[in-house]
T-cell receptor, first 114, second 114 residues
C-alpha cells in the first residue's frame, strides 16, 4: 500500500495560535487525501476530503474557516488549525486513496492546545 | 446515528486460538467493507477488505465474512498471536461520487494473551 508521512507527530500550542500539519504521500501520487480526527476512545471521524488543485470538501459540522486545507501538489496536503482552542486537542490523521477503495493512513499528529 | 457499529469494545483471546471481531452496519448503500488495525498513537493499518459481491475474503491468517442480509461482517484471525493485540476498526464505503469516503466503527480492542 501507499506510504504516508505526517509532520509533526506531536505539537503543543497555546490557545489562539495556529498550527499547520503536513501530510505527504511518499510513493504514490495522491489526487485525493482525507483528513480525520480521533478523540480518545472514539472512532475516526472524517473532517474533509481534499482534492489536488481544488477546494476541499468538508463534512457537516466541520468549520472550513477554522480547519484550512490546502492540497497544492500530488504529494502534499496541509491542514491548518486556526485560532486553536483546547477543545481542538485531538489526534489528527491523514490518508490517501489506494488503487481500489482502501485508504492508507499516516502516523497521525497529536495536537494539544493549552 | 452510528452507521457502523462494533458492539464489543474489547475482546480477550488466548494465543493460538481464533479471534472473531464483529461489525454491523445500517446503511444499505454500503457496498465495500474494510478492516483496519491500530496501535496507540499510530495511524490505522489496512488489513483486509471485501466487496458486497462476495461473502468471504481470505488473506493469510485473516478472513473477513460478509452477511449482507444481516448487514453483518466479521473478521477472523487464526491463529491469534500476541502481536495481533491492537484496536481493530471496521469501516464501510458507499458507491457514488468520485471519492469513496469511509465510515468507521468505534473499534474493538483485541488482547491476545501468551
Amino acid at each position: 500500500g501507499a506510504v504516508v508521512s505526517q509532520h509533526p507527530s506531536r505539537v503543543i500550542c497555546k490557545s489562539g495560535t495556529s498550527v499547520k500539519i503536513e501530510c505527504r504521500s511518499l510513493d504514490f501520487q495522491a489526487t485525493t487525501m482525507f483528513w480525520y480526527r480521533q478523540f480518545p476512545k472514539q472512532s475516526l471521524m472524517l473532517m474533509a476530503t481534499s482534492n489536488e488543485g481544488s477546494k476541499a470538501t468538508y463534512e457537516q459540522g466541520v468549520e472550513k474557516d477554522k480547519f484550512l486545507i490546502n492540497h497544492a501538489s500530488l504529494t502534499l496536503s496541509t491542514l491548518t488549525v486556526t485560532s486553536a482552542h483546547p477543545e481542538d486537542s485531538s489526534f489528527y490523521i491523514c490518508a490517501t486513496s489506494g488503487s481500489l477503495r482502501e485508504q492508507y493512513f499516516g502516523p497521525g499528529t497529536r495536537l494539544t492546545v493549552t | 446515528d452510528q452507521q457502523v457499529k462494533q458492539n464489543s469494545p474489547s475482546l480477550s483471546v488466548q494465543e493460538g486460538r481464533i479471534s472473531i471481531l464483529n461489525c454491523d452496519y445500517t446503511n444499505s448503500m454500503f457496498d465495500y467493507f474494510l478492516w483496519y488495525k491500530k496501535y496507540p498513537a499510530e495511524g490505522p493499518t489496512f488489513l483486509i477488505s471485501i466487496s458486497s459481491i462476495k461473502d468471504k475474503n481470505e488473506d493469510g491468517r485473516f478472513t473477513v465474512f460478509l452477511n449482507k442480509s444481516a448487514k453483518h461482517l466479521s473478521l477472523h484471525i487464526v491463529p491469534s498471536q500476541p502481536g495481533d493485540s491492537a484496536v481493530y476498526f471496521c469501516a464501510a464505503s458507499a458507491r457514488g461520487g468520485s471519492n469513496y469516503k469511509l465510515t468507521f466503527g468505534k473499534g474493538t480492542l483485541l488482547t491476545v494473551n501468551p
